[in-house]
């Protein structure tokens, strides 16, 4: 498809504009804790990342609680999130978020109000309201208007560069000769290919779903163990959690790859071969890897430690329940 449009053209050489990007900014305060939210680029298009920060700071002796992940951003696509906390020389604790979201359509969006609580432990203060837990400070909405790929007046109507074509003068040569030697081909492959998929399946099946599982942990346990940096982390939780799955659809038949976390879990629950035990095992796990792709969060050595035990000792109790049934 050619752009014949002079103006459409136009539009979309001027969509990486070299003018500087400007950005929202919307300051709330209440009492000791000051939060500001900024949004930048002021005016993207669809398809542009919009970049949204809420920077909290609070007075010394005051506890800051940010909003959960992803609180109120439904409506986007949460792209990436990155969250950080420090105490600045004077005492101050400053708190920050910051998301990359993708809009999902053109028009006016809007950041909904973002909720950070504190509690004042200051001497003399009230740590909180009568009867609740913490203070609220409630950021104001920001609007926002995405624009679309095509101007206003450009035409929405596609038009062949020529006209319909006349038929044709000289017929080509006939195709049902080529249809037939190919569905002969296939027919004639046909048996060599599947003796060969049995072949391979019968081997497949002499490794039971435990020797498989304890070979993959193996192999991931003799790689370097993941240190504070947070991608190498969070390929290692990938593949533990992915040998976790894959041994519980050979082993029990559940179809736990193509579930997510919380699908699986509730299945789990159905399965009268996990015992509770099990169940929660694999709930804590699995919450974990969560934890760290979803959450960029980054767990002490300890707790790594603890999450290949847990693993090892599932394969363990439940291959002696896989040998007493055999």
């Known amino acids: 498809m050619r752009v014949r449009s002079p103006a459409l053209l ?18 709330s305060e209440r009492g000791p804790v ?8 002021d005016a993207p298009v669809i398809g542009d990342a919009i970049r949204l920060e809420l ?40 708190a920050s978020q910051r998301y990359t979201l993708q809009p999902s359509r053109s028009g006016t969006l809007a950041i909904p109000p973002l909720a950070v609580e504190f509690v004042d432990r200051r001497p003399g203060r009230e740590p909180a309201p009568a009867g609740l837990d913490a203070w609220e400070l409630l950021t104001e909405r920001i609007e926002i208007e995405v624009g679309s790929v095509l101007p206003a007046d450009a035409p929405l109507d596609l038009r062949p560069a020529k006209s319909a074509l006349g038929p044709r003068t000289t017929p080509g040569p006939p195709l049902w000769p080529f249809a037939l030697g190919l569905v002969a081909l ?26 498989i599982a304890a070979a993959e942990l193996d192999a991931l346990l003799a790689s370097a163990r993941p240190g504070a940096d947070r991608e190498q982390m969070d390929r290692f939780f990938v593949q533990l959690s992915g040998i976790v799955r894959r041994y519980v659809e050979n082993r ?15 299945l789990m629950m159905t399965s009268p071969d996990l015992r509770v035990a099990h169940q929660r095992l694999l709930r804590d796990l699995l919450s974990r890897a969560d934890l760290v792709k979803f959450a960029r969060f980054v767990p002490e050595a300890s707790a790594v430690d603890e999450s290949v035990a847990s693993v090892r000792v599932f394969l363990d109790d439940t291959r002696a329940v896989e040998l007493a049934h055999g």
């Open 252 to 266: 029990f038949a559940l179809r736990s790859p193509e579930l997510t976390t919380e699908e699986f879990l509730d």
């Open 10 to 27: 136009c539009a979309l050489l001027c969509l990486s504009g070299c003018g500087p990007a400007h950005a929202l900014e919307q300051k």
């Open 34 to 41: 000051t939060a500001t939210v900024t949004v930048e680029p």
């Open 55 to 94: 920077r909290v700071r609070a007075e010394p002796g005051v506890e800051l609680l940010m909003p959960a992940f992803g609180e109120a951003l439904d409506r986007f696509a949460i792209v990436d999130f990155v969250p950080r906390e420090s105490v600045d020389a004077d005492g101050h604790t400053v």
């Open 186 to 211: 296939l027919a004639a492959a046909a048996p060599f290919a599947i003796r060969a998929w049995l072949d391979s399946r019968a081997r497949a099946l002499q490794r039971s779903a435990y020797q």
